[in-house]
Structures are given as structure tokens and as C-alpha cells.
């Protein structure tokens, strides 16, 4: 089959392919298999009203065209990655389609990844926003979108922030940093608690940060990732743009704000810088109650680093973090059970 053939073929199924119907409950989904069975197997059919009968018509023929569909899809994905497909462009506008229409929306993302840019880039920064697409699709879409731009992320990341304006207090930025963001150990625990004063909020905040750790894996999609917020995503960018405390700067919150709004993510309430470097001190301050709870000798921190972790839960930044640091050191340390105790009141 000739690759116009196959792209015409393509262009068929979407001319003919039923639209998909909203309110399918549980209830309807059940039948519908019932009659799926009796359709293809002995013809023993469940007895449904002309409503019903019309809209499992249609499941059906919308299901025979996913799977040519793939099919299509497939052989023009196979093109691509031995460098044959020649229409790059219709093949980009015939997958926008499928992902639009719901159908075989997840081979059609694949391959709008693999033409890359500009035709294959383009067309997915043109669905990511789409709030008509399927919520499942859109997440597909983003993070084929993300690993085709982490590339670019990753070398704006790696530039010194040469005249660009720090929004970390010195002694933060001055903190050893190793891969991805996180301490390098280990780490003096003079450095820790310069840098524990300086990132202490001066009053609790409006709400907890960071939020609560997401579970699932990036990689590979199931039922839950379908409704994953979307700051586990805006976290990723701005890791890459912003790997150590040193570039966490104004301008570079500003391009991870731009391309939030490019990547269809939402950045959370209130103004994206304030939100996100309270977001990342918060992790730090984690990192940093971590590293001293593995210490080799927790008792020398007694009074201040304890007195410390007490602050941080009730100001609402690592809380749990700080938690996790003293539950570690009541063992060795008194003060950290007394610190325990007045939490608990």
C-alpha cells in the first residue's frame, strides 16, 4: 500500500466515523458488552429500546474504525522511523483529527511525537490547551510535547543566570547542589541553618506547600494519571529550567509561566513566581531537614535545628519533612519528643 493510499484511507475513516456519544453510565456499558457479545458471537442479542439499539450501532462502527485506524496509523508511524513518510504535513493534520475526533487518539499522538517538529511539535502545542480533547489524550499530548522539549529545557537550564535576578536568598543559592535540583551531601549544618532562617515564612501560609508527594509514575499511563494535577507536570519544567537554588530567577519563572500556558498546564493560584519559589524553598527545606536527620550525631543540632522543625510545622512549609526529622531523632535526641509533644497539644 502506497503512502498516499494510506493517507487516504485515513482521511476515509474520519469521513464516515459516528461521533462519540456522551452519558454512558455504568448501567448502559454493561449491556452494551451484553449486546457486543451476542453481536459477534451466537446472535443472541439482550433486548434493548431503539434509543439503545441505535447508539451500540454506533459503538460498534466506531470500534471497527479505531482498530483500522491503528492500523493506518501504524504503517504511517513506521514510515516516519525508517525516514520514508514524505507528507509529513497531511499526515500531522490527519492524526490532529483522530485525537479531536477520540479515535485511536493515543497511536495518533505517537505519531505527531515521532514526525517531531515542525509539523508533528505544532500540531500537539495545538491540542495540548484544547479542553475539547479528552482530559486522558491531553495528558499524552503533554508529555509527548515535554519530551520533545526537554532538549531546550535542559540547555536553558544548564546556562549560568549570568545578570538574571535571584529570587533565593544568598544563603540558599550558596548550598552545594548536585543532579536535578537536589542537595549534594553532605551538607555542613552551619549552611543548613543559615539557611533554614532565611526561607522560615514570616507567618503560616494560606495553604501547606509543598503539596503531598504524587505516587504515580510519569512514565506509561493508567486510570489514576488521567486525573493528575497538573503542578506534578509544572514541577518537571521548572526542575529543567531551574536544576539549582542559584538559577531559581525572575526571568526564568517567567519562561516557565509562558510555557505553561503553551503546554495547556495550569500554574496553580496566585502570581506563578511568588507561588513556585515558595514551592521549591519548600523542597529544599525538606531536603535539608532530611540530610540532617541522617547526620552522624543528631544531638549536636539540640536546641536549634529541633526548635526549627517546630517553626516549619506550624508555618505550613514541609511540614510533614519536619515531622519525618524529629519522629527520626527522638530516639537520641530528648528536646525532638518534647518538640513532638507541644505539636500534639
Same mark, same amino acid.
Given at each position: 500500500?502506497?503512502?498516499?493510499?494510506?493517507?487516504?484511507?485515513?482521511?476515509?475513516?474520519?469521513?464516515?466515523?459516528? @461521533?462519540?456519544?456522551?452519558?454512558?453510565?455504568?448501567?448502559?456499558?454493561?449491556?452494551?458488552?451484553?449486546?457486543?457479545?451476542? *453481536?459477534?458471537?451466537?446472535?443472541?442479542?439482550?433486548?434493548?429500546?431503539?434509543?439503545?439499539?441505535? *447508539?451500540?450501532?454506533?459503538?460498534?462502527?466506531?470500534?471497527?474504525?479505531?482498530?483500522?485506524?491503528? %492500523?493506518?496509523?501504524?504503517?504511517?508511524?513506521?514510515?516516519?522511523?525508517?525516514?520514508?513518510?514524505?507528507?509529513?504535513?497531511?499526515?500531522?493534520?490527519?492524526?490532529?483529527?483522530?485525537? #479531536?475526533?477520540?479515535?485511536?487518539?493515543?497511536?495518533?499522538?505517537?505519531?505527531?511525537?515521532?514526525?517531531?517538529?515542525?509539523?508533528?511539535?505544532?500540531?500537539?502545542?495545538?491540542?495540548?490547551?484544547?479542553?475539547?480533547?479528552?482530559?486522558?489524550?491531553?495528558?499524552?499530548?503533554?508529555?509527548?510535547?515535554?519530551?520533545? #522539549? %526537554?532538549?531546550?529545557?535542559?540547555?536553558?537550564?544548564?546556562?549560568?543566570?549570568?545578570?538574571?535576578?535571584?529570587?533565593?536568598?544568598?544563603?540558599?543559592?550558596?548550598?552545594?547542589?548536585?543532579?536535578?535540583? @537536589?542537595?549534594?551531601?553532605?551538607?555542613?549544618?552551619?549552611?543548613? *541553618?543559615?539557611?533554614?532562617? +532565611?526561607?522560615?515564612?514570616?507567618?503560616?501560609?494560606?495553604a501547606s506547600e509543598p503539596p503531598p508527594e504524587w505516587t504515580a509514575g510519569w512514565d506509561g499511563l493508567d486510570e489514576q494519571d488521567e486525573y493528575r494535577p497538573d503542578w506534578v507536570e509544572v514541577r518537571l519544567l521548572v526542575r529543567e529550567l531551574m536544576p539549582t537554588p542559584d538559577r531559581v530567577t525572575r526571568e526564568r519563572m517567567?519562561?516557565?509561566? #509562558?510555557?505553561?500556558?503553551?503546554?495547556?498546564?495550569?500554574?496553580?493560584?496566585?502570581?506563578?513566581?511568588?507561588?513556585?519559589?515558595?514551592?521549591?524553598?519548600?523542597?529544599?527545606?525538606?531536603?535539608?531537614?532530611?540530610?540532617?536527620?541522617?547526620?552522624?550525631?543528631? @544531638?549536636?543540632?539540640?536546641?536549634?535545628?529541633?526548635?526549627?522543625?517546630?517553626?516549619? +510545622?506550624?508555618?505550613?512549609?514541609?511540614?510533614?519533612?519536619?515531622?519525618?526529622?524529629?519522629? #527520626?531523632?527522638?530516639?537520641?535526641?530528648?528536646?525532638? *519528643?518534647?518538640?513532638?509533644?507541644?505539636?500534639?497539644?
Amino acid at each position: 500500500m502506497s503512502e498516499q493510499a494510506e493517507l487516504d484511507a485515513l482521511a476515509a475513516v474520519l469521513t464516515v466515523v459516528p @461521533s462519540a456519544d456522551a452519558g454512558w453510565t455504568d448501567v448502559l456499558w454493561n449491556l452494551y458488552e451484553e449486546w457486543e457479545a451476542g *453481536r459477534s458471537g451466537d446472535g443472541r442479542l439482550p433486548e434493548v429500546t431503539a434509543d439503545q439499539s441505535a *447508539r451500540f450501532e454506533a459503538q460498534w462502527r466506531r470500534q471497527e474504525l479505531s482498530d483500522e485506524a491503528h %492500523r493506518l496509523v501504524r504503517k504511517l508511524r513506521e514510515r516516519v522511523e525508517q525516514g520514508r513518510l514524505m507528507s509529513s504535513g497531511p499526515a500531522a493534520d490527519l492524526a490532529t483529527r483522530l485525537v #479531536r475526533a477520540g479515535l485511536a487518539a493515543h497511536e495518533a499522538v505517537n505519531l505527531l511525537s515521532a514526525l517531531g517538529a515542525p509539523h508533528g511539535e505544532r500540531a500537539l502545542l495545538a491540542l495540548a490547551p484544547d479542553r475539547e480533547v479528552a482530559e486522558g489524550d491531553r495528558l499524552w499530548v503533554r508529555e509527548r510535547l515535554f519530551a520533545l #522539549r %526537554r532538549g531546550a529545557y535542559r540547555v536553558r537550564g544548564e546556562l549560568a543566570p549570568v545578570g538574571e535576578e535571584p529570587l533565593l536568598p544568598a544563603a540558599v543559592r550558596q548550598l552545594p547542589a548536585g543532579i536535578g535540583g @537536589s542537595l549534594a551531601p553532605p551538607v555542613e549544618p552551619a549552611r543548613v *541553618r543559615a539557611a533554614l532562617e +532565611v526561607l522560615l515564612p514570616p507567618t503560616a501560609l494560606t495553604a501547606s506547600e509543598p503539596p503531598p508527594e504524587w505516587t504515580a509514575g510519569w512514565d506509561g499511563l493508567d486510570e489514576q494519571d488521567e486525573y493528575r494535577p497538573d503542578w506534578v507536570e509544572v514541577r518537571l519544567l521548572v526542575r529543567e529550567l531551574m536544576p539549582t537554588p542559584d538559577r531559581v530567577t525572575r526571568e526564568r519563572m517567567a519562561e516557565a509561566e #509562558r510555557e505553561c500556558a503553551v503546554l495547556g498546564l495550569d500554574g496553580g493560584e496566585g502570581e506563578f513566581a511568588v507561588l513556585w519559589t515558595t514551592r521549591i524553598a519548600a523542597w529544599l527545606v525538606g531536603e535539608m531537614f532530611d540530610a540532617l536527620g541522617h547526620g552522624p550525631d543528631p @544531638s549536636t543540632l539540640a536546641p536549634w535545628a529541633m526548635d526549627a522543625a517546630e517553626q516549619y +510545622v506550624r508555618r505550613g512549609m514541609a511540614a510533614e519533612e519536619a515531622r519525618a526529622f524529629l519522629r #527520626r531523632t527522638g530516639d537520641e535526641v530528648p528536646y525532638s *519528643r518534647a518538640v513532638l509533644r507541644r505539636l500534639a497539644t
